[in-house]
């Protein structure tokens, strides 16, 4: 006969086989039949205070100083993100920049074809595109500005030549003369094929002034060709057009048939409260708010703003955005030497550089837009070469972690945010990104 009184051993062992069995009564997603129903949330509660790596994708390459105002859009809308419709002979991408100097040059470009991280594929070019040859950016409009003079280039595709193939591409602007690659810009084509749904919730956690974040969830309907979508279909999701900061979906659930439910873990969410200040230069005028000093006698003409005041500052938020620049391209629009003041409290301030960016620098770190520290006067200056227009930029730190682009952000700031979020397929045949579809979300942080 056993005795029913359990020994220490029993009990620890009754113990372990519990703890070993109960996550496995759970499952990730619920079981409802609700069509919203989603992951359940990642516990995790502290959201990235520092954004590592460029706002642009690794392989492109910044414009030398004397290309400058580049924008890179859909049709005519300047704010738009690149994207072509893969059987859409209406669509478009309109490439625009300024060469400084009085001499007209020619431009060479050529197309590559990228996976979705922004690895050169093994497509051949021939393979991709249709009709193309040599293609060239000509005919330079001279401006009727001097001190810098410039000429402005207008160059719209594909014209003559077509795309065979969807995914991430990357358009590359050689010089004529020597075939020295200048600049290069990213864009994208779509079969626009299934059906996508993609929400952005905005959760409150940690401490800090951006303790906001937004959490991505979507739900994607592929289509029938897609046979193994556990290995084959990818999601990404990015925030304000900086396709060097895409985030890959995790946990994908495919218990659906021909359905993919997936986000990203709330300790990979993004800042909810990311500030863009504005700057409008179309006039020149000393108006005494935003411009205190305008000195055209100067060469370039210099501008100086007033002071930018870190979590003082106080905007109007529901404004168009700005941050690919709304740059004025006829020949009377002219180049002044910006100059920028930042009032840093002291519990922010540090040995780390200050850095500001925008368009006119494409999003990039440049040592000329580079803030020194004013120890009189307490203030931060710095300085940009700008073209008349409106445009968006930020306050950076650069660290040895990488950029942190929140330390001198707003803490009630309630911009706009703009998502994208990017389907790709591994094409089996050819070993190859296809993009399948693109969505866009905006939302406003509050």
């Keep these: ?44 509660r502290t959201a990235p205070s520092t954004l590592l790596g460029d706002f642009q994708p690794e392989p492109q390459v910044a414009p030398p100083d004397d290309i400058r105002s580049v924008q890179f ?11 072509l419709n893969l059987d859409d002979e209406d669509s478009y991408l309109s490439l625009r920049f300024d060469h400084l100097g009085t001499r007209t040059r020619m431009f060479r470009i050529r197309i590559n074809h990228y996976n979705a991280d922004w690895k050169q594929s093994n497509l051949s070019r021939s393979f991709y595109l249709s009709g193309f040859r040599q293609t060239e950016i000509t005919g330079g409009r001279a401006s009727s500005v001097q001190n810098p003079a410039y000429q402005h280039y207008h160059y719209t595709f594909p014209d003559g030549f077509s795309f065979n193939y969807s995914g991430n591409y ?23 094929v299934g059906n996508i749904n993609t929400r952005v919730e905005q959760l409150y956690a940690g401490a800090g002034p951006h303790r906001l974040s937004h959490q991505l969830f979507t739900t994607y309907d592929y289509p029938d060709f897609v046979r193994n979508p556990q290995s084959n279909l990818t999601i990404n999701f990015t925030q304000n057009q900086f396709w060097g900061r895409s985030r890959k979906a995790s946990m994908p659930d495919f218990t659906e048939a021909n359905r993919i439910r ?7 969410s993004f800042p909810g409260r990311y500030e863009f200040r504005e700057l409008d230069l179309r006039t020149l005028k000393q108006d005494g708010r935003r411009i205190v000093e305008y000195r055209p006698e100067m060469i370039p003409p210099r501008v100086s703003l007033f002071r930018d005041v870190v979590d003082l500052d106080v905007q ?23 100059h ?39 203030r931060y200056r710095g300085s ?8 968006d930029y930020k306050y950076v730190v650069k660290t040895d972690d990488g950029i942190d682009e929140l330390r001198l952000d707003a803490a009630f700031f309630d911009g706009l945010q703009e ?21 866009r979300q905006t939302i406003r942080g509050r």
């Design 340 to 378: 920028f003041e930042l009032q840093v409290p002291d519990e922010n301030r540090s040995e780390d550089p200050i850095y500001v960016i925008g368009p006119f620098n494409n999003w990039q770190i440049h040592e000329a837009n580079r803030m020194t520290f004013d120890s009189e006067n307490q």
């Design 419 to 439: 998502y994208h979020t990017n389907v790709y397929y591994r094409d089996p045949q050819q070993g190859a990104d296809r993009l399948l579809k693109m969505d």
């Design 1 to 44: 006969m056993y005795s029913q009184e359990k020994s220490p051993y029993s009990l620890l062992l009754l113990l372990f086989l519990l703890i070993l069995f109960l996550p496995g009564c759970y499952t990730l997603f619920s079981t409802s039949d609700d069509e919203d129903r989603e992951p359940r949330r990642d516990r995790s």
């Design 73 to 83: 859009y859909h049709k005519e809308d300047r704010q738009s993100a690149p994207i």
């Design 262 to 268: 997936t986000y990203i873990p709330r300790n990979m």
């Design 170 to 192: 990357m358009l590359e602007v050689y010089s004529y003369e020597n075939d020295r690659l200048l600049f290069s810009l990213p864009f994208f084509v779509t079969e626009n």
């Design 384 to 391: 940009a070469l700008m073209k008349q227009g409106i445009y």
């Design 316 to 338: 109007p938020y529901n404004r168009t955005s700005h941050r690919f620049g709304q740059i004025l391209s006829d020949r009377d629009a002219k180049y002044v030497d910006v």
